[in-house]
């Protein structure tokens, strides 16, 4: 078999996340999930293994796979190991078990409705400067003070009041609670591949989904949200 530039796209933005991997599992989607478990990642991409198998160093796999211009997949019928070939050299690469790898089996199952919101690629990218900028990765995502149809994407630094800030006024939303809601983001769990824009739902719960494209990300909420129903 071979791969399709939207795979190796895929596994080269999941190598961020984890180097642990299990590829092929309910029909091919490609999941990750991050050692901390905060962040977890599904593409709805079906790579067309014959059947589930596990890397324990996703880096090291794509490295042998780049070794080659256009290779080969050929899979051992025993499920022990591939060949990546170009017809004249070849690596044989070994699989892990799955069972002792750090990989997500299934979905989150929250609707991840009370707020939704989108961020373009050149808002996502700000915000990310900003962090960089104030040296923190706490993005606060409350109701705005300009409106209460409105809301703010504000980074600081949670555990100083008097820590400096940089407010985003977002207006494409959709508020679904009329509880009083500061749900806080550690921005370094953004590792999302690049999109031309990002769809946020939150849960209550303490649970985010969004969407880049033909990817979700599941992002667990830092502890110092609060989300008090009125």
Not at 153 to 182: G, H, R, W, Y
Not at 192 to 208: H, L, N, S, T
């Amino acid at each position: 078999m071979k791969l399709s530039n939207e795979i190796k796209d895929v596994l080269n933005n999941f190598q961020a996340i984890n180097s642990n991997i299990a590829i092929g599992e309910e029909g091919g989607i490609i999941r990750s999930m991050s050692t901390s478990k905060t962040l977890m990642a599904k593409a709805n991409v079906a790579f067309d293994s014959p059947y589930p198998f596990g890397i324990y160093d996703l880096g090291e796999f794509l490295a042998c796979l780049n070794m080659f211009d256009d290779p080969t997949l050929s899979f051992d019928e025993d499920k022990k190991f591939v060949n990546i070939t170009d017809g004249i050299t070849t690596f044989k690469y070994y699989f892990s078990d799955i069972d002792v790898l750090t990989v997500a089996t299934k979905d989150i199952n929250l609707p991840c409705e009370d707020l939704k919101f989108t961020l373009t690629h050149e808002e996502l990218t700000q915000l990310r400067k900003a962090s960089t900028t104030l040296k923190t990765s706490n993005l606060s995502v409350r109701m705005s003070a300009t409106g209460s149809h409105f809301i703010e994407c504000v980074i600081l630094d949670k555990q100083n009041p008097t820590s400096n800030q940089f407010t985003m006024n977002i207006n494409n939303c959709d508020i679904n609670t009329s509880a009083e809601f500061d749900f806080v983001f550690d921005i370094n769990n953004f590792k999302f591949k690049p999109a031309a824009e990002y769809v946020f739902g939150i849960d209550k719960k303490q649970v985010a989904l969004i969407k880049a494209g033909d990817t979700d990300y599941w992002v667990a909420l830092d502890k110092t949200t609060t989300y008090k129903e009125i």
